[in-house]
């Protein structure tokens, strides 16, 4: 008769070890589960923070070297691909709005302008109001497909090979694209729009 209360309190604490493991056990789950969330987290931040990073810096690049080859450059090269380049590049932010109200106006009164007032158009002008024109009046299949789609990275990273190549050739090869004017900031510029492509073909087959 003596024994079931001992045998009762050491059942009891043997169900209270058996408890407390299952509880630390638990808990030590939830911290692996959360710490693999944080990590996966942080590295698809870090990976998208990128990937947006190099958009704005190969869009700018693709600009720059537009209006510089409006301006100084007069290249033979067919810069007319920076058009395609850029509308593929392009930041979300900046795509929606110039896809917006502001660039059905923009491509409105760059029509206007160039049907009705050829003389007051400059040449300088076409390019640009070629890309808003794009912007504005391409269906969703490229808008929003391509755009995101491994397609418009390997047209991207074609486009950006294409310009090197023939940029060089036009040098007279690799060393003297450096050294003719303004050819640093021409051949640099070109280089930066191979990084948004290289990156965006890195992601797809990680």
């Known amino acids: 008769m003596g024994r079931k209360p001992v045998d009762f309190l050491a059942m009891k604490t043997d169900q209270d070890k058996v408890t407390a493991e299952l509880i630390d056990s638990d808990i030590n789950e939830l911290k692996m589960a959360?710490?693999?969330l944080f990590d996966h987290t942080t590295k698809l931040g870090g990976l998208a923070v990128g990937t947006s990073f190099l958009k704005w810096v190969a869009s700018f690049a693709a600009i720059y070297?537009?209006?510089?080859?409006?301006t100084n450059?007069?290249?033979?090269?067919?810069t007319s691909l920076l058009v395609p380049y850029i509308f593929l590049s392009l930041p979300a932010v900046l795509f929606n709005f110039l896809r917006g109200e502001f660039g059905k106006w923009v491509a409105f009164i760059a029509v206007v302008l160039r049907l009705f007032f050829p003389r007051h158009f400059p040449d300088w002008l076409e390019m640009p109001g070629s890309l808003i024109l794009l912007?504005?009046?391409s269906p969703n299949l490229f808008a929003h497909t391509l755009?995101?789609?491994l397609v418009g990275v390997i047209i991207c990273l074609c486009i950006g090979c294409y310009l090197l190549q023939e940029h060089i050739r036009a040098s007279g090869g690799f060393r003297n694209s450096f050294t003719q004017p303004h050819g640093f900031s021409n051949t640099v510029g070109i280089i930066l729009l191979l990084a948004y492509p290289i990156w965006g073909?890195?992601?797809h087959f990680l």
């Not at 450059?73 to 067919?78: A, E, F, P, Q």
């Open 201 to 203: 073909l890195v992601l």
């Open 135 to 137: 912007l504005v009046v």
């Open 147 to 149: 755009r995101d789609n």
């Open 34 to 36: 959360a710490k693999k």
């Open 73 to 78: 450059w007069r290249t033979n090269m067919l």
């Open 65 to 70: 070297l537009l209006i510089l080859d409006r």
